[in-house]
């Protein structure tokens, strides 16, 4: 299930998208981890508006439940949500795992052959403990993911992602887009010192 995500702001932007890449500006890093800040774009008096929250819903289970399964919407943890407080997630690069037969796992990197945004659906609350909070919606993969993941996210055509927002029911379906996949080192390896060296830890 993604953890991971890359969001990056356009040059030579205008409207909405220079609104989002401005607000993209201000996060710390353009590597989006599971708790971190992340840009998404509501209805506000009906207009798309981007802002920052947290990704991760906010549970007594867990504290960062991040995607929501579009065959999963009637439990309680995404209902109220879907029917009020729906979001676009603007992604440059989402990353998936692949296990390996040594136990290890190999990530992979995915964008769109022309570098654009993918437009994620997701879902967004009030935390009272986090401020506001957002989880990207996973679907079935697409014949390119499922090889390396049984889920993938929800990405949307902009005007689609409009009327989501606007409450249309969408059949969400695997992205048949252009996208590219290329194995590439874990965006969540970290490295600690450890006797004057350095030690990686992999995910």
Known sequence: ????????????????????SET??????????????GVVVTLEDGDPRPSTMRWGFHRHFGDAINNARSDNFKSSVWADALASRRCL???????????????RKQAFEFRREDEAWM??????????N???????????????VEPIHDRMLAILDFQDG??????????FQPYAGPLVASA????????TPQGGGQQWELF
């Open 130 to 144: 986090h401020g506001p909070c957002y989880a990207t919606i996973t679907t079935e993969p697409s014949p390119l």
């Open 162 to 171: 409009l009327s989501f927002l606007r409450g249309a029911e969408l059949p």
């Open 184 to 191: 590439c080192p874990s965006p969540l390896r970290r490295s």
């Open 24 to 37: 993209i500006h201000r996060l710390p890093t353009d590597l989006v981890r599971r708790t971190g800040p």
């Open 1 to 20: 299930m993604c953890n991971a995500y890359r969001v990056k702001p356009k040059r030579n932007a205008s409207g909405l998208d220079a609104a989002v």
């Open 89 to 103: 997630v603007p992604i440059s690069v989402f990353y998936e795992w692949q296990p390996l037969p040594n136990g």
């Open 119 to 128: 437009w994620i659906a997701g879902l967004w609350e009030e935390s009272e």
